[in-house]
């Protein structure tokens, strides 16, 4: 074969080859698989839960119990339970009778009866206030009650044992003494008239006492 023919016989192979198959038949080329994209996942919120909405209060408070509520007591804002009368108040001052107050009385009172005695008398006890028929409403004493025998709120006043209406204070002979203001909260008022002495007050209150109260104070000579 001539050297010119020859060329162009391979020349044409060469394009042929080139040419290949057409594309879309036989085996596809060879592809990366797809791959999806990644999604970050946002992380997991805690539920939003709703507050609480207070429930009205309208409801009342329990009652106190009894036991937890306060008794029916007697003081004095000079003479504390159990400590020195001021000499103002006893023979050696002013005699004057002392300030006095008190508080829950029991439901149904209807008066009060005051008693000061001394039961370290060598004799033995010794009176030295009466004071009865004192109003329901009545929650304190003055200092300086007058030893009148009706009061203006219409307490009366009872003997004592120095034989007068009214206070006599503490005016032992010698050594300390104990001296008692007791108060008791009656149910009904006493049908006696003033000047009645300790024994009769409380024979007419037997029966009628719905509490007592008690303070206790010393003189010493």
């Keep these: 074969m001539k050297p010119r023919i020859l060329l162009a016989f391979c020349l044409g192979i060469l394009v042929l080859a080139a040419c290949g198959t057409p594309e879309g038949d036989g085996a596809p080329a060879a592809t990366e698989p797809a791959v999806a994209p990644t999604v970050e996942e946002a992380p997991a919120q805690p539920p939003v839960l709703a507050e609480p909405t207070a429930a009205p209060d309208n409801t009342e408070a329990p009652p106190v119990p009894a036991e937890d509520q306060m008794s029916f007591g007697i003081t004095s804002i000079i003479i504390g339970h159990e400590q020195p009368i001021p000499e103002y108040h006893t023979c050696d001052g002013d005699d004057l009778s002392p300030p006095l107050d008190w508080n829950n009385p029991p439901e149904g009172t209807q008066s009060f009866v005051l008693i000061m005695d001394d039961p370290d008398a060598p004799g033995g006890t010794w009176v030295h206030w009466v004071l009865y028929n004192i109003p329901a409403e009545t929650r304190s004493l003055k200092e300086n009650i007058s030893p009148e025998a009706q009061l203006p709120d219409g307490s009366l006043h009872g003997t004592n044992n120095f034989g007068k209406l009214g206070y006599g204070g503490p005016c032992p002979p010698s050594g300390t003494h104990r001296y008692f203001f007791k108060l008791y909260a009656l149910d009904t008022t006493l049908s006696l008239g003033e000047g009645s002495d ?18 206790m104070g010393t003189y010493s000579r």
């Excluded at 300790?198 to 303070?215: F, N, P, R, S, T």
Aim: aromatic share 0%; hydrophobic share 60%.
């Design 198 to 215: 300790k024994a009769q007050v409380l024979a007419a209150a037997e029966g009628h006492v719905l509490a007592e109260a008690e303070l």
